[in-house]
């Protein structure tokens, strides 16, 4: 039997900031929350963290320290935190990642082990960046993976619907938050 977890990833007020397109993202994505906790299914919010003075930042990775300049993810900053309109219940669980992928640098593998967790279904932002590197290192995990489509959001509308649509299904079941709901059992969002 497979046991799954819904990961919300990187949904922290600074990148909705940057990322939010007004068609209503954060409320989808409040609706797959709720179903998955009416469900049973765990809830597992991925925040990326960086200490003060950056000493996870080296000076070849070009992608953090575009990171750095925009003042992106210093752990304990306003703007890292998870958005409000989404955040943690009691019993949901929050993993700090250090990198891309929401199991670099964390201890979601040990989370999802403890629990035994074989199955992932991904939602965040970015589509490019988190979703498609725990994808890739889910897979490489073994693990059932499930991507919820509009549970996702990049900043370029063409790159993430080529990723869905094309890319994506190659390795994982993609899906609407609606059909993944009405898998579940689960009610559909009023909205």
Same mark, same amino acid.
């Given at each position: 039997?497979?046991?799954?977890a819904l990961l919300v990833m990187d949904v922290q007020r600074d990148v909705v900031a *940057?990322?939010?397109?007004?068609?209503?993202?954060?409320?989808?994505? =409040?609706?797959?929350?709720?179903?998955? =906790?009416? @469900?049973?299914?765990? /809830?597992?919010? /991925?925040?990326?963290?960086?200490?003060?003075?950056?000493?996870?930042?080296?000076? =070849?990775?070009? /992608?953090?320290?575009?990171? *750095?300049?925009?003042?992106?993810?210093?752990?304990?900053?306003?703007?890292?935190?998870?958005?409000?309109?989404?955040?943690?219940?009691?019993?949901?669980?929050?993993?700090?990642?250090?990198?891309?992928?929401?199991?670099?640098? @964390?201890?979601?593998?040990?989370? *999802? =082990?403890?629990r035994g967790v074989d199955s992932l279904v991904l939602t965040g932002i970015a589509t490019?960046?988190? /979703?498609?590197?725990?994808? $890739?290192?889910?897979?490489?995990?073994?693990?059932?993976?499930?991507?919820?489509?509009?549970?996702?959001?990049?900043?370029?509308?063409?790159?993430?619907?080529?990723?869905?649509?094309?890319?994506?299904?190659? $390795?994982?079941?993609?899906?609407?938050?609606?059909? $993944?709901?009405?898998?579940?059992?689960?009610?559909?969002? *009023?909205?």
């Amino acid at each position: 039997m497979t046991s799954s977890a819904l990961l919300v990833m990187d949904v922290q007020r600074d990148v909705v900031a *940057l990322a939010d397109d007004g068609s209503g993202y954060l409320p989808r994505l =409040r609706g797959a929350i709720d179903g998955a =906790r009416a @469900s049973g299914i765990p /809830v597992i919010y /991925v925040v990326m963290g960086l200490r003060p003075g950056d000493p996870e930042v080296g000076p =070849r990775s070009k /992608v953090m320290a575009g990171v *750095l300049r925009a003042g992106l993810f210093t752990e304990g900053a306003p703007g890292s935190e998870i958005h409000p309109d989404i955040a943690p219940r009691q019993g949901d669980v929050q993993v700090t990642k250090r990198r891309g992928s929401a199991f670099s640098g @964390s201890d979601l593998d040990l989370v *999802l =082990r403890a629990r035994g967790v074989d199955s992932l279904v991904l939602t965040g932002i970015a589509t490019s960046a988190v /979703v498609l590197s725990t994808l $890739w290192h889910a897979v490489d995990l073994d693990l059932g993976v499930t991507v919820l489509a509009d549970g996702c959001l990049d900043t370029d509308p063409e790159v993430h619907r080529m990723l869905v649509e094309r890319l994506f299904p190659q $390795w994982a079941d993609v899906v609407t938050i609606a059909d $993944w709901l009405s898998a579940i059992g689960a009610p559909r969002p *009023l909205s």
